[in-house]
């Protein structure tokens, strides 16, 4: 009867042990943990995350992180911390939290364009993705990897054509770069090849010159116009005289791209820099911007005209007067000096 006794409270002990533990496990794994009013919040994990960075990260978005902790261990979550963008839901159990976090890394959009230098583009890249500004201008500069791709230095940020991208945050300067590389050649199409070897350039010199209509005009109708000016003046070995160009040689020399320059002046034409179309002929050594998509396609796709000039129209501000010959363009170019200067526009 004692041995029964014993035994029977062995069991009861076992019992309500068991129900205790099973409680704190139901209760560590599916009770509510967020700490949040919103439908969800957005966490970063870091590559090679240890607990402590998921702590930093996690903490206040959960409402008891060692609980959480204690479950991502006993899911073997903690040993195999995977970085990237993750989305976690209000109302979340701390199971369902280290589910989301394991699999479901999230893309971002990542967005660029009208950036001028390599160091820009970095920059821009950086504010979206886990990569930092230093290891994507070192991936940018890879002096083998350009010439592999048949860059150089001048023309590098010819690769990068502008556009919105799906990536996951935790990319790397190195396979950011990469995958940049097959989205400019998905770009360069047959068709698109085709009308280049048409006009006689290749694919980074479409993108040069695309760079000087991008700046020329903001107006995208326009932008075949001026694209045919430049195309006219190519074919009949003129000097191209784009100021934009100029612009850039200045911001080239002093290391300011930060530099606003409204009006070009004579003395500018005089700069010796490769960058100076008015200087040296044919078109600079690489873009001078990063020019959007719309002006790629002008290039390749020009307004056929006879004009070889044109000017800022004073009375239809964005836009241009076109001239087929240099009295035309004189006439055009007297009005536009009389409203700069009464503009008192002297740099």
């Known amino acids: 009867m004692y041995i029964k006794?014993?035994?029977?409270?062995?069991?009861?002990?076992?019992?309500?042990?068991?129900?205790?533990?099973?409680?704190?496990?139901?209760?560590?794994?599916?009770?509510?943990?967020?700490?949040?009013?919103?439908?969800?919040?957005?966490?970063?994990?870091?590559?090679?995350?240890?607990?402590?960075?998921?702590?930093?990260?996690?903490?206040?978005?959960l409402k008891n992180f060692d609980s959480f902790e204690s479950t991502a261990e006993r899911k073997g979550y903690l040993n195999n911390i995977k970085a990237g963008k993750y989305s976690i839901s209000k109302g979340m159990n701390n199971n369902e939290i280290v589910n989301s976090l394991r699999s479901r890394n999230l893309p971002v959009k990542v967005s660029f364009n009208n950036q001028e230098n390599i160091n820009d583009l970095a920059g821009r890249i950086a504010s979206q993705i886990e990569a930092d500004s230093a290891s994507l201008v070192a991936a940018f500069n890879d002096k083998e990897f350009l010439e592999e791709n048949g860059f150089d230095d001048a023309n590098k940020i010819s690769l990068y054509i502008p556009n919105?991208?799906?990536?996951?945050?935790?990319?790397?300067?190195?396979?950011?770069?990469?995958?940049?590389?097959?989205?400019?050649?998905?770009?360069?199409?047959?068709?698109?090849?085709?009308?280049?070897?048409?006009?006689?350039?290749?694919?980074?010199?479409?993108?040069?010159l695309a760079s000087i209509v991008h700046k020329e005009t903001a107006k995208v109708d326009e932008r075949p116009t001026v694209a045919g000016v430049y195309l006219n003046r190519l074919r009949k070995r003129m000097l191209l005289q784009a100021d934009p160009t100029v612009i850039y040689a200045i911001k080239k020399e002093t290391g300011n791209f930060d530099t606003i320059i409204k009006r070009v002046l004579y003395r500018d034409l005089e700069m010796d820099s490769p960058y100076n179309t008015y200087k040296y002929a044919g078109l600079p050594p690489g873009p001078i911007a990063m020019p959007d998509i719309t002006a790629i396609d002008a290039v390749l796709n020009p307004k056929k005209h006879n004009y070889y000039y044109f000017v800022a129209n004073v009375e239809k501000f964005g836009y241009h007067m076109f001239a087929e010959n240099l009295t035309q363009h004189n006439r055009n170019k007297a009005q536009y000096i009389r409203w700069i200067n009464a503009q008192k526009i002297n740099r």
Do not use: H, Q
């Not at 409680?23 to 009013?37: D, E, L, Q, W």
């Not at 991208?165 to 190195?174: D, G, I, L, M, R």
């Not at 998905?186 to 993108?207: H, M, Q, S, Y």
């Open 164 to 208: 919105s991208y799906e990536f996951f945050w935790n990319t790397s300067a190195a396979s950011f770069r990469g995958r940049m590389l097959k989205e400019y050649n998905r770009f360069w199409t047959d068709e698109r090849k085709e009308k280049a070897t048409a006009l006689g350039l290749k694919p980074n010199e479409v993108i040069a």
């Open 5 to 61: 006794r014993i035994l029977l409270g062995v069991v009861l002990l076992g019992l309500i042990g068991g129900g205790v533990f099973a409680y704190t496990v139901y209760g560590t794994f599916f009770t509510p943990n967020t700490n949040f009013n919103n439908e969800e919040a957005i966490v970063f994990i870091p590559t090679n995350a240890d607990v402590n960075d998921l702590k930093e990260r996690l903490s206040p978005v």
